[in-house]
């Protein structure tokens, strides 16, 4: 079963000046069982779709062998995501108003602009916070 854990980060802009703010995110960790299902019906998808080209004259020479190779594709990335951001919510160090973190991958430090003055920020774990 998937665990969510929400955990604590710090929202930084590229000026060193403005101070950070806090906010928090939701991880969602899959299991071993769990990824090789979420992989195997991405693969399965990728399967129909290449059965289907078989009947589009002239093209299913290029489109079934194309959707074969990214059937092994998207099975073998499906593997190998464990986790994944799936949102969370901050301050904006700028206008300090309050934002919704977007759904990404969980690849750190994550990056996302705010809904209201349009800014780039990044979010770091709280421990990597601070400038080096």
Request: charged share 15%.
């Amino acid at each position: 079963m998937s665990q969510k854990i929400s955990i604590p980060v710090a929202i930084r802009l590229d000026d060193p000046a403005c101070p950070p703010s806090l906010g928090s995110v939701t991880r969602e960790v899959w299991s071993k069982p769990e990824r090789n299902l979420k992989a195997m019906k991405a693969a399965l998808l990728t399967m129909g779709l290449a059965i289907v080209c078989v009947f589009i004259p002239i093209a299913h020479f290029i489109l079934v062998p194309g959707f074969l190779f990214l059937t092994v594709l998207v099975f073998i990335g499906g593997m190998n995501v464990q986790s994944a951001i799936i949102g969370g919510g901050g301050s904006c160090p700028k206008c300090q108003a309050a934002f919704e973190v977007a759904k990404s991958a969980d690849r750190w430090p994550l990056k996302d602009v705010c809904s209201h003055c349009q800014v780039s920020l990044k979010i770091f774990l709280t421990d990597e916070a601070q400038p080096s």
